[in-house]
């Protein structure tokens, strides 16, 4: 999935469903991109979040393969694949924006204190 830009099926991965408070990392490099913050209920299948944890955590590739027009999101430290973001779907978040990342991409660190 992350090298070849693979999408995981909708409500199979481990995190899409998760409530846990901690910050989401690269599972190849272990960078910090997402908070639980961020997260939020999309009911899409895969984890959400309305932003990343800073604006050059991730990287923005235009993405036209099987006829669609994406924009897919990379770890801005190690270029690997995460997902994608969509813009104007409507969520109640304060950027509109729906980062829809692959729980395979993502190694969920928990806070301390829960």
């Known amino acids: 999935m ?4 693979g999408t995981e099926r909708a409500f199979t ?3 899409w469903d998760t409530h846990t408070k901690g910050s989401y990392r690269c599972r190849a490099c272990g960078a910090e991109l997402f908070t639980s913050r961020e997260k939020f209920d999309s009911h899409c299948g895969w984890p959400s979040f309305w932003a990343p944890l800073a604006n050059d955590a991730v990287v923005y590739l235009h993405d036209r393969a099987y006829g669609m027009d994406r924009v897919e999101v990379r ?3 190690c270029n690997s694949h995460l ?3 969509f813009e104007g779907e409507g969520y109640d ?3 509109d924006q729906r980062y829809c990342i692959n729980s395979i991409s993502l190694t969920l660190v928990p806070d301390e204190k829960q």
């Open 13 to 15: 991965g481990e995190y």
């Open 2 to 5: 992350l090298r070849e830009a």
């Open 93 to 95: 978040t304060p950027t």
């Open 75 to 77: 770890c801005a430290a």
């Open 83 to 85: 997902g994608h973001v």
